[in-house]
């Protein structure tokens, strides 16, 4: 099973920068996929970002050419980089896994969060 720990998210101006990132306990290559979710409050969570076990990216209208997600396979930690934030991209921003346990495109392995707050 893929345990996951999320990390750097914090209080950041317009404008500015951030990287998440996401520690897995398991190989990340068992997974068919790694994404970055966010959910705002009154939110539905949505999926912002994610990388195939092929790495083959995807990335959510709202923050294309803005965000960038990559993996390092050695420190096994799956990053996700926040540029020219907006005050709507304030969110907890969740790692998940689509593992080989549940159809392709399910995501069944979740970390705890990371709030992002983005003041004007």
């Known amino acids: 099973q893929v345990q996951l720990v999320e990390s750097g998210g914090g209080l950041v101006q317009v404008g500015g920068s951030l990287r998440l990132s996401c520690a897995t306990s398991?190989?990340?290559?068992?997974?068919?996929?790694m994404g970055w979710f966010r959910q705002a409050p009154g939110k539905q969570r949505e999926l912002v970002a994610s990388?195939?076990?092929?790495?083959?990216?995807n990335y959510a209208d709202s923050i294309k050419g803005r965000f960038t997600i990559s993996r390092d396979i050695v420190k096994k930690t799956v990053n996700l980089w926040l540029n020219s934030l907006k005050p709507e991209d304030t969110a907890v921003y969740y790692c998940?896994?689509?593992?080989?346990?549940?159809?392709?495109?399910?995501?069944?392995?979740w970390g705890q969060g990371t709030q992002v707050t983005v003041s004007s």
């Open positions: 998940a896994a689509d593992t080989p346990r549940t159809p392709v495109g399910e995501y069944d392995s």
């Open positions: 398991g190989s990340i290559f068992s997974a068919n996929a």
């Open positions: 990388i195939t076990k092929g790495g083959i990216t």
